[in-house]
């Protein structure tokens, strides 16, 4: 029976925790890909970066804070510089929008355009970053490093492997539900917010009833700057600040978009956690569980890994194909929030 | 091939740009920046024909390109026998057993329509069942070869044929990933090609750095054998020395400058046969069909002309394009380092030089290559003199001071995204725009 | 003087004008319907009049006002609704959030006006929290004049509302449209279903390639026998 419970253990501890974690952080990142898509109807290449600047100016801010001499207790400071880090992306993205996609929205530019010029984005918003902060990793995370420590559990349960959750994870994964709950909250209850989806759903009309477009699409950036921000800020606690890995992020996060219907925001939230346990699961070393639940002569030798953990980045390219494969629009179908 | 006034200025305008580098920098500094730009203008092309021709959005150029690079390695490089003797059988069984459970799982797939929910279990376990037998045959031999000779091989080798032919098998492989690629998300939303795209590029970009077996991953395979003479070779070649007394530099400079220019006389003929055959196609019915869908897909398909199909060609084109010049890449450098691809150098700078030089137009998109590749080097130099310049009213050790000239290096990225933001706004048409027929 | 009324309407897409000058107009509590053979020019007269295309020459009054520079959405705040044949409905939104984004431009309680359409609708009112996308054609078009009668518009204007309905659900349709037009409201809408329009009709038009070829009441235009033969079958 412990037998049992110590393999669930080594599952919770490596998979179902990180894969949590890291699921809410794509389910916020593919959020903000999606409400860009169902509102300017185009797939923003710029959103990692855009993830990227958000957070380093949340750390810029924890700095601040810090240097202060403020912190905020066993949690990290950077949740106290969010609301700064989200101020400064969304001012970044109105100017953005302001100066550059605006133009090609009164121009009612083709889809390809607009990617193009994300692309563009993309690149300015690179080159900020490196100018500001450089290239380096940086780490920002501070307070109390675990909640439930691996020695204090085994102690506590008496099991011989131990489950560690770390405040970041736990951090991740309740601000991703509020997160998530105030989006959907907006989008479902307020006026605003179901304009927005009035827009999404059939512009025409929206305009037939008096819904002011460039109000609709100014929300749509304040509420993606923030998104990105958070998602952005909530990876970084997690693992480290890379200016590099948020482009890297960009295909899961993609992936998680179609995956559940790109312009769904339910679709987008599943898609998140879809592309992030199929991750962890394919690339998991199973050896130790497997070693629990067999008897001891049948035992593997090897890792009985699926795919190393190289490749996970190709397991979110591979669901992706699979997906255009056989249902292109997505689990959810979806194209309006 | 008809070149205005205006558009034969400016590539006068670029070759007094080399000539300027000559002077001030080195010849040296010159004539590498000189490659360089061939080669980045026969990317360009690759796109070109792609984007300007057909408006295909392709974020994978670093992929295609990286797959030149390995093609070079693997035809060049000598076989390691011991290597093979200790793995090549596995790698073979392994290769065949993909391929075979691939076929199963298309095959089953299209006949188990029928089945609705359980066709995609089917499918799966299949293909699962598939690949655990394809790991139990390849994972013992991949081992098996890292372990031989570790320090200086540890990988199968390649062929130990002319680096040159690489350039065709370069332009092979892209093909094929490009087919697959294209076969999957061409005749989909358009974003989705550009998003398939990305992910591959990444994907393929992971492979060589991590199957070890194949391409030494990120030890990397230095050394390269070269199609044009050593410099050390010159250096002792009787004929080679009394032709280089007569200019009045040391010799090391004349067989430096040489071999260089070897390179680009080797490149500029591909370039050529590039551009001519891009010409030629653009003015072909072919190419007017693809500028016809390009501008509207619904009509062209009403006109019974299979879009995908031709998006799938015009695709697969240009990317076997992008990797004859990966490989030309990797032939000029030497070595192959999988770890030096990165997006915005290898996909994202094309797309720049692509529509700077002006989408749909060949000339452009070299002239594109050239001057973007220029100002990529060139822009370090610069920057740096400009940021000293700004700042030197500055204690030399203020931090602000000391920020901005560690910075300078980045400038390039923000000034190339600032360029195409601005070209796509103010000059969509490029340089040298399409001209409409 | 019409309360509402496009005079010697001049428009078209491209170079190609499609109206040549016809005139068109409606009362308060008033039924006009516009006629006319396929390519005549019907929806592109309620497109102008409505601000979807701008006029080359001519001009819109709205209560003896020169509207004709008008936004659509400045003409929804003036009291204009509109119900355009296809796509107007939000799909994925249910009933009842679909008239509450036709009444977005109201800033007062709009509980009395969705009693009001839930009255004239009942079965909207049995299915508010369905999607739109999920119901019958004829509730859809049910939601869509309803969306358009939440700004408690002066003149409702609508874009062939019977199209694709059956027989049935489009005498329903116009049954519901007279009580609309009882409530005060000036009604004017294109019909294909030249016959059953015309009979409800207080006023109506028939165009022919852009012009007025006929305009009576609807029982006089019934009668014509000219009108009878070459645009209602006889």
Redesign the interface.
Known sequence: MSDVLNALVILANFVVVPGLAYGSQLALGALGVTLVYAVLR??N?AHGETMAIGTMFVILATWGLQSAGIGFGPLPTALLALPVGIFAAIILCLVTDRL?YR?YRRQKA????Y???S??????????I??VI??RDQIFTDGQRFIIKAREFKKMTGLNEGLAIKTTQAVTVVTAVVTVAAVFWFLNRT?TG??M??FS??E?????????PDRVVMIAWIMTAALATIAGTLYGLDKSFKPFVY??L??PI??AA?VGGVGNPIGAIAGGFVIAFSELFVTFAYKRVVTYLVPDSMAPD?LVQ?L?T??K??V??VI??IV???K?TGIFS?K?? | MSLSVRNLSMFALMALLFVTVGFVQSWDVSLALLNMCIISAIMALGVNIQWGYA?L?N?GTMGFAALGGLAAMLVSVPPVAGAWQAGGVGIFGGLVAALLTVAAGVAIWRRTARLGRRR?WLTGLVVLVG?IIMRAII?PAVEAIEAVDVTTAGFLGGLGLPIVFSWLVGGIFAAGAAWVVGK??LG?????L???T???S??II??L??EEWLTRGVKNVTGLPRPVPYEIELKQSPAFQSWASGFDTNIETVASLTVKLCYAGLFSVVLLVVLYLSEVALRSPWGRMMRAIRDNETAAAAMGKNVTSRHLQVFILGSAVVGIAGAMLTTLDGQFNPPTYQ??RFT?LI??MV?IGGSGNNWGAVLGGFIIWFFWIEAEPIGLWLMGALTSGMAPDHWLRLHLI??AA?????????V??LV??FAPRGLIPEIKR | MSFLVGEEMVCGYGGADILHGCTIGVEPGEIAVVVGPNGAGKSTAMKAMFGMLALREGQVLLEGEDISRLK??ER??RGMG?V?QT???????TVE?NL???A??RRDDIAGTMQQVFDLFPILHEKRAQPAGELSGGQRQQVAVG?ALM?RPKILMLDEPTAGVSPIVMDELFDRIIEVAQTGIAILMVEQNAKQALNIADRGYVLVQGRNAYTDTGAALMADPEVRRAFLGG
């Not at chain 1, 025409?204 to 002011?212: F, K, M, R, Y």
């Open positions: 185009f797939s290449f550059v133009y083709s889809g390809v355009i990617l193009i010029v692309v563009g984005v993309m690149f300015v918003y690179n080159g900020l490196r100018f450089g290239p006026r179901k304009s989806r009035a759903d059939n025409d009309l929206a305009l037939l009833s008096g819904i002011n482009l890297q960009l295909l993609f992936a179609i090897t699926f190393s190289d490749y980045f190709a979110s390219f992706l194909v255009l494969l056989v292109p979806g309006s929030l | 408006g959005f974020v995609y690949y994972d999957i998300s989909l939303r358009s974003d989705y550009a998003i398939a990305l992910g591959i990444e994907i992971y492979f750095k991590f997006p915005l994202f797309w720049v529509i560690e910075s980045h400038m390039r990225l923000l000034t190339m995204g600032l195409l933001l796509l706004r | 659509p959405q929804v705040l509109f355009p796509h107007n409905v939000f799909t994925s939104m959030e509450e984004m036709g977005f431009i969306r700004t």
